[in-house]
């Protein structure tokens, strides 16, 4: 009988550790989302220049955009991103204390250990001018995009203030799809927000 409750407890201790991760996991995709979205998407398309070649170029207004992104529910081992694209981890152009922090977590026990796992994306919240539509609810015409957003699983470090995810962003087109970005990003947690720390 002791035996069984000392399994029992042993088993509910680990999966109230892993429910906790995944909590925090999913805010840091709600985070990272957002912020990878402005500083990959947003700022691009309103940093454009007055004019090219003395032709004026419309620069558009936030609040006239509605933004539709497409947010994948599966979440690939992290390993596995970094058995197929090596790359994505070597040479990442971090600073120096950025790079120790990067590497340390990409050579932690966890980083091999996380598995395949879908969450539920409805409980993402995206900050305007995006918005979450599913990928058959969108009706693409000519000059007109949406955004897909992928994620691997989050593998943060033990104090859970530091972690890497590798992200790609995707352009829907009428024609089909165009790459934005694909690699592995740092993340930190300020002020109880997860943030992008992309290479230099």
Known sequence: MKKFLLVFLIAMILQSCNDSYEIEELKAIE??????LIKKDLNTLLNVPDSIDHIAVYKPNIDSLNIKVY????????????EDNLWMFKNNEFSKSDSIIFY???NSNRFK????????????KLKKPYSQSEISEVK????QEYKILKFSRVCFDAEKQNGIVVVELLTGLEYGTQSGFN??????????????????
Not at 140 to 143: F, Y
Not at 183 to 200: A, E, M, Q, R, T
Request: proline share 4%; with cysteine; net charge positive.
């Open 31 to 36: 985070d990272i989302s957002n912020d990878f």
């Open 71 to 82: 947010l994948s529910d599966a979440l690939i081992p992290i390993a596995q991103e970094k």
């Open 104 to 106: 340390g977590i990409v």
């Open 113 to 124: 250990e996380l598995q395949y796992r879908d969450f539920d994306k409805k409980k993402i």
């Open 140 to 143: 693409i015409v000519a000059d």
């Open 183 to 200: 690699g592995s990003v740092l993340i930190k947690k300020k002020n109880n927000k997860w943030v992008c720390i992309l290479p230099n």
